[in-house]
């Protein structure tokens, strides 16, 4: 689908959003490029254009990637509350289910004006958590950090909760739903076998242990209790 000029901005500053990590570190043009399934010279001429102009929203320095301005990471914020609120709207009150309302809401997150976002804010009851469990940033465009470890690096012997899981590969959340992996459950993590090996949990409330793969292990996002 093609993308117009101002979606295709915002698809940019949220993958730099969500490259950059909780440290803020510089996403790679590489990087961006894989992310977004374009070619590493469309990156390069978008961030010098990003980086241009009256209000820049990123810093971009060749080979040493991009980094959100303070205003790029407003404005990726917006687009990411956008996206979480639409989720979680589709999911409680549309009764869509938490594998399909990724896609709908990639779409729609460019197409929502203020008012309707504070009017779905405000049916939702003002919510801090997205479906897949992922923090919604507030109208002021902050986001508080969480301490969340990945599954697949948790160490054995550790008790925890889902704090989130990735969103993107539908076929992945309903698995997850099914074995009942989701935000909020606990788990016990009893060890990581060698060599690409599962993850192996104890899923309270199961009695048995159960392996996860090393894809999805590194797709689960942990908080410690
Ligand atoms: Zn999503």
Request: net charge positive; hydrophobic share 35%.
């Amino acid at each position: 689908m093609p993308n117009s000029g101002s979606e295709s901005v915002d698809d940019y500053l949220k993958a730099i959003l969500e490259l950059s990590g909780p440290t803020g570190g510089p996403a790679t043009s590489n990087r961006i490029a894989q992310r977004l399934g374009v070619s590493a010279p469309s990156v390069t001429g978008m961030l010098r254009k990003l980086s241009t102009g009256n209000r820049p929203c990123v810093t971009y320095q060749k080979h040493h990637g991009a980094r959100l301005t303070n205003e790029g990471r407003r404005r990726a914020l917006r687009i990411v509350r956008r996206h979480r609120l639409v989720e979680l709207f589709l999911c409680e009150v549309l009764g869509y289910s938490w594998d399909e309302v990724h896609e709908e809401a990639e779409r729609l997150e460019h197409f929502i004006s203020g008012k309707l976002e504070e009017r779905i804010a405000r049916k939702l009851g003002n919510p801090e958590f997205d479906p897949h469990g992922d923090r919604i940033p507030s109208k002021h465009g902050t986001l508080p950090k969480r301490k969340t470890v990945r599954l697949s690096e948790a160490p054995a012997g550790q008790t925890a909760v889902v704090s989130s899981v990735s969103d993107r590969d539908p076929e992945m959340l309903r698995y997850l739903q099914r074995i009942g992996l989701v935000p909020n459950r606990r788990l016990t993590v009893l060890e990581h076998a060698p060599f690409e090996g599962p993850t192996m949990v104890r899923l309270h409330g199961e009695r048995q242990s159960r392996g996860i793969s090393p894809k999805l292990a590194r797709a689960v996002l942990l908080q410690e209790i």
